[in-house]
């Protein structure tokens, strides 16, 4: 999408597009697309007049050339194709900033270029359980509700355990496995375990990794104990008894 120019905008929704919808089109309506970045669950599209803000939520898809269905809540029309914003739950967030707003900075660091020596200084801050913490994007940016499941048993930390509390050795395996399970659910696509499919339309494969996460009453892979399924900070989280500890 670099070098495209938008031709046409066209959003719909109150909740994913708030303020004003006709300025929002005409802002995005002529602009350039300089360059796509990310960080963490949020996408960036720098335009030579301002930004555009993607955040996909929990439903959120970015379909490029797709047809049309009554979810699309934005449509941008480039000189090179179509990109289409489409939301089921309408959690997500598309919107045009003439200027970047200083809540866009508030986020964590991403969790793919955080060093372990940071990452450790700041579980040293916080006491509450890790898992809810691994989701509060303040912390660490990127980190959802599967991949902190994965990463937990892959680590062998319970979901329940003090975030102050773990040796450097035990933060520095997390640390690891975090990137490692990051990174190799990107290869694959990403986790298709409900409605989530790729910019083509393909359903992601990551799923068929799963260790944890929508496992609960299967046998462990690695002990054979059942997986269980608890919540932990108001999020469905799903560990091994028996290989996970606090």
């Not at 060093?115 to 989701?135: E, M, N, V």
Request: charged residues 25%; contains cysteine; hydrophobic residues 35%.
């Amino acid at each position: 999408m670099t070098g495209a120019r938008i031709r046409h905008a066209e959003v719909s929704s109150q909740r994913v597009t708030r303020g004003d919808h006709a300025e929002t089109a005409r802002g995005l309506t002529g602009a350039i697309i300089q360059g796509v970045r990310r960080r963490g669950k949020q996408i960036f599209f720098d335009l030579d007049s301002g930004l555009l803000f993607v955040h996909l939520g929990m439903t959120g898809k970015l379909l490029w050339n797709a047809e049309r269905s009554k979810y699309a809540r934005a449509i941008l029309t480039l000189d090179r194709g179509v990109l289409l914003y489409d939301d089921v739950r309408q959690f997500g967030r598309f919107e045009y900033f003439a200027e970047a707003p200083s809540f866009l900075g508030r986020t964590g660091p991403d969790a793919l270029t955080l060093s372990f020596d940071d990452f450790f200084a700041r579980l040293q801050r916080h006491t509450g359980h890790i898992k809810p913490l691994l989701l509060n994007q303040a912390f660490i940016s990127g980190v959802g509700n599967i991949y902190a499941d994965e990463s937990l048993f892959s680590a062998g930390i319970h979901p329940r355990a003090k975030a102050n509390r773990l040796s450097r050795k035990r933060a520095e395996e997390l640390h690891r496995t975090i990137v490692e399970i990051l990174r190799l659910a990107i290869d694959h696509r990403g986790s298709s375990v409900s409605d989530y499919v790729d910019s083509s339309g393909e359903r992601g494969g990551f799923q068929d990794l799963h260790c944890v996460y929508g496992r609960a009453g299967e046998p462990c892979l690695r002990c054979g104990t059942a997986i269980k399924r608890i919540v932990v900070g108001q999020r469905g989280t799903h560990y091994c008894p028996r290989c996970q500890r606090a």
